[in-house]
């Protein structure tokens, strides 16, 4: 179920979203739901990544374990070429 909100926008914003709006065939209601769909969309993804990226550094704190750039790169390189390569082995720092 849908629920009602009141969205206040500047009327230059308004006229800057009318005719985005009309060229994506879509109503200005529906192409501001579709804006703030995206928008919420990408900053949970971002959130999410922070997330991982805190939770990978701690355990690089936690552990000492680390990689080097050069070898994950070449890892990297070997399997989107579709070779089946063993992973990069990790280093205590």
């Known amino acids: ?20 709006a009309e060229a994506a065939g879509k109503s200005a209601h529906a192409w501001m739901v579709e804006a703030l769909e995206t928008q919420a969309e990408a900053m949970e993804k971002r959130r999410a990544f922070v997330e991982s990226a805190l939770a990978s550094e701690a355990e690089v704190e936690r552990t000492g374990r680390v990689y080097k750039s ?5 890892w990297f390189v070997a399997r989107s070429s579709g070779k089946k390569v063993p992973k990069p082995r990790s280093y205590k720092r």
């Open 1 to 20: 179920m849908a629920a009602t909100t009141t969205l206040k926008l500047p009327e230059a914003l308004k006229k800057r979203i009318t005719p985005l």
């Open 70 to 74: 050069d070898d994950v790169l070449a």
